[in-house]
């Protein structure tokens, strides 16, 4: 836990100095940008951001007034809320990555062998796949 903890807060302090950005924003913008029109359902994106819906409502807020963010009424039901990333929103992401993926490096990918990323990749799958099966019964 220690080291998964340590290398979040490492993560989140680079994104925090070099692009004003918190790690949560920065999952948030991408997970839209890589959504089709670039907007998800709220609901949609705090299972994605793996968010409870009111803490999603308060950061969504916080990114609307950054400019980053906006919400919009979905069009085919009327009572659901999109959050649709913004040009600037882009900017930011676009400016953000090249420094978000090389502390990533440096942090992580860099400190292991090929085998062990592999390792980490099969145990983490097998993480996700469980989940996943937790959450549809």
């Known amino acids: ?20 950005l918190s790690f949560a924003d920065y999952r948030i913008l991408v997970k839209l940008s890589e959504a ?20 999603l409502t308060h950061q969504i807020r916080r990114m609307e007034l950054q400019g980053m963010v906006r919400r919009i009424a979905a069009e085919d039901d009327g009572r659901g809320v999109l959050a649709q990333l913004t040009d600037e929103g882009m900017r930011r992401l ?17 400190l292991l ?12 799958d097998l993480v996700n796949q469980a ?3 937790r959450a549809a019964d």
Request: proline share 4%; hydrophobic share 45%; no cysteine.
């Open 1 to 20: 836990m220690d080291g998964s903890q340590r290398l979040m807060a490492d993560l989140n302090r680079q994104l925090q100095r070099d692009s004003d």
């Open 36 to 55: 089709p029109g670039r907007a998800l359902r709220m609901s949609d994106l705090a299972d994605g951001v793996l968010s409870s819906r009111s803490r």
């Open 94 to 110: 676009r400016a953000a990555a090249p420094g978000h993926v090389a502390a990533v490096r440096r942090f992580f990918v860099d």
């Open 113 to 124: 062998t090929p085998g062990q990323l592999a390792a980490v990749a099969t145990a983490l």
């Open 131 to 133: 989940a996943d099966h």
